[in-house]
């Protein structure tokens, strides 16, 4: 699919993030409340505005959550955008009416896009859990025995997802190692960020669904940041799994990308070493060819890129993900956020935690910029981009970002 021409002259740049192929949702916030908008070109387009004086359908997009729109489901998600599409078109008779309506992006605040109603996170990245697992168990024994069978993952604490920009503080925990004789309570000195992507499900489900269905079901995806204390979750992981290693903080982009706007980049799961079990059984293209990386800037310093890779690296799709999340009947609720699992290629460049970039801390990462990495330092500012390329145009889904503050004394 080539660009879509808007009369916005900003979204028809081939580099902008928000041409008319993409208009992701969001929520905003101008000084006159929080509430829905559209990512065009350089601007936000006041959906709660616009719902004011019937320009788009009532949604609830004055209430300062995409909740209530996600639960109109897929029918209301696709003629909404078929509106928006018409009202920025190139040549559309609506201009003069929607113009006022658009305010800079530059002078709003990005809030929270949806309320968070369950977080479950996973471990679905063969590469990533190839690499971890070589660290700890050796290459012969890396993959768990049922990794191969079923999308690993634990759930997590909605309370405790944030928008990008909010700054993060470095967790205190349980740290045991060699160098104690004892458990100790200490801020964490192996603070780490993983590549993740979210898919934000929009239905509800009450029983088991189908990985059809459960496509169907998911609203749009962001980029995800899944901070990790490595120190405090290798002490506290057995038997149970991650717990406070993972309660300090999920980082989220602000802008939710549909899936209708993904649509052209779908791509396959890798070939499968061991048959899937019928409920998770490839049934097309699941997965998105969707370029990632994370970038790091150290206080005081500059921005460099430490990491890319692509989403299409991943062992299982959102869609197999949440099949497998409900086949127990766990019921699956509108708001409810399921992150990817670290994304890491093949190479050394494209790992998406430190834990695989220093390889445990065995092997720093050296900065272009002077300095080295084994794990987050405090003033540390940690940004993820993403983009989907296509004929002229991306689609982008806005910075991940978040600063690492030092631990707060109690």
């Avoid at 602000?254 to 059984?281: G, I, M, N």
């Avoid at 890129?305 to 766990?330: D, F, K, P, W």
Wanted: one cysteine or more; glycine letters at 12%; charged letters at 20%.
């Amino acid at each position: 699919m080539p660009l879509m021409r808007s009369w916005v002259d900003s979204a028809n740049d081939p580099a902008a993030e928000f041409p008319l192929n993409n208009l992701p949702y969001g929520i905003f916030d101008d000084g006159r409340g929080a509430r829905a908008g559209v990512a065009i070109g350089d601007f936000v387009f006041d959906l709660g505005g616009a719902e004011a004086v019937s320009m788009v359908p009532a949604h609830g997009f004055r209430d300062g959550s995409l909740n209530g729109f996600m639960a109109e489901g897929p029918d209301a998600w696709a003629r909404l955008r078929n509106t928006l599409t018409g009202l920025f078109a190139e040549g559309s008779q609506a201009e003069a009416q929607v113009a006022p309506l658009l305010i800079p992006r530059d002078r709003v605040t990005m809030r929270m896009p949806f309320q968070v109603t369950e977080y479950t996170d996973f471990y679905a990245g063969r590469h990533h859990a190839t690499n971890v697992g070589t660290m700890f168990r050796g290459a012969e024994n890396a993959l768990p025995p049922n990794w191969l069978h079923m999308p690993i993952g634990y759930n997590g604490r909605a309370s405790s997802v944030v928008v990008s920009g909010t700054d993060i503080r470095r967790p205190t925990g349980q740290l045991k190692g060699p160098e104690f004789e004892a458990p100790i309570l200490a801020p964490s000195r192996r603070f780490d960020l993983e590549l993740e992507m979210g898919a934000v499900v929009g239905q509800p489900s009450y029983g088991p669904v189908s990985v059809d269905r459960a496509d169907a079901m998911i609203f749009g995806y962001v980029l995800l940041n899944d901070w990790s204390a490595r120190d405090i979750q290798a002490w506290e992981y057995q038997p149970l799994g991650p717990f406070q290693a993972k309660a300090t903080a999920t980082s989220i982009s602000p802008w939710v990308v549909t899936k209708a706007a993904l649509e052209p980049f779908r791509c396959a799961t890798p070939p499968r070493e061991v048959p899937l079990l019928p409920h998770l059984a490839d049934t097309g293209p699941m997965l998105y060819d969707i370029d990632l990386e994370v970038a790091i800037t150290p206080e005081g310093g500059r921005e460099e890129v430490i990491a890319r890779t692509n989403y299409r690296e991943m062992y299982y799709s959102s869609a197999q993900q949440l099949a497998h999340h409900a086949s127990s009947g766990c019921p699956m609720r509108v708001g409810d956020l399921l992150g990817s699992g670290t994304i890491s290629g093949p190479e050394k460049g494209n790992r998406g935690s430190l834990l695989e970039l220093s390889w445990g801390g065995k092997e720093p990462l050296e900065l272009e910029q002077g300095g080295t990495r084994t794990f987050l330092e405090d003033g540390d500012r940690l940004t993820l981009r993403g983009g989907a390329e296509g004929d002229g145009y991306r689609i982008g889904f806005g910075d991940c970002t978040g600063r690492v503050l030092p631990t707060l004394k109690g």
